[in-house]
Nanobody, 113 residues
Framework: QVQLVESGGGLVQPGGSLRLSCAVSGSIYSIYAMSWYRQAPGKQRELVAG???????NYADSVKGRFSISRDNAKNTVDLQMNSLKPEDTAVYYC???????WGQGTQVTVSS
């Protein structure tokens, strides 16, 4: 059974940085793309960033140049480095296997002064 566990969320001031991490159990991790989604209060869930099994990445326009997704296939982890955070980045962030095949429980990120 696949399990995804996120960590690293919290409260940060505008302009600050956070690093989210997702640990994936299960041997199928290495053949799947991995992705991060987020959902802000009152808004639809949106794709933030994705990374293929070979390391190709894609980002939402709203986070390009500020966020970076990476994976460590030896450790079955995928990280999201978030820099220059803005209040509009406030949301629950979810790690997913593939693009929404399996979901983690989510971690809250709050950007506020």
């Amino acid at each position: 059974q696949v399990q995804l566990v996120e960590s690293g969320g919290g409260l940060v001031q505008p302009g600050g940085s956070l690093r989210l991490s997702c640990a994936v159990s299960g041997s199928i991790y290495s053949i799947y793309a991995m992705s991060w989604y987020r959902q802000a209060p009152g808004k639809q869930r949106e794709l933030v960033a994705g990374i293929t099994s070979s390391g190709d990445t894609n980002y939402a326009d709203s986070v390009k140049g500020r966020f970076s997704i990476s994976r460590d296939n030896a450790k079955n982890t995928v990280d999201l480095q978030m820099n220059s955070l803005k209040p509009e980045d406030t949301a629950v962030y979810y790690c997913t296997l593939g693009y929404g095949v399996h979901w983690g429980q989510g971690t809250q990120v709050t950007v506020s002064s």
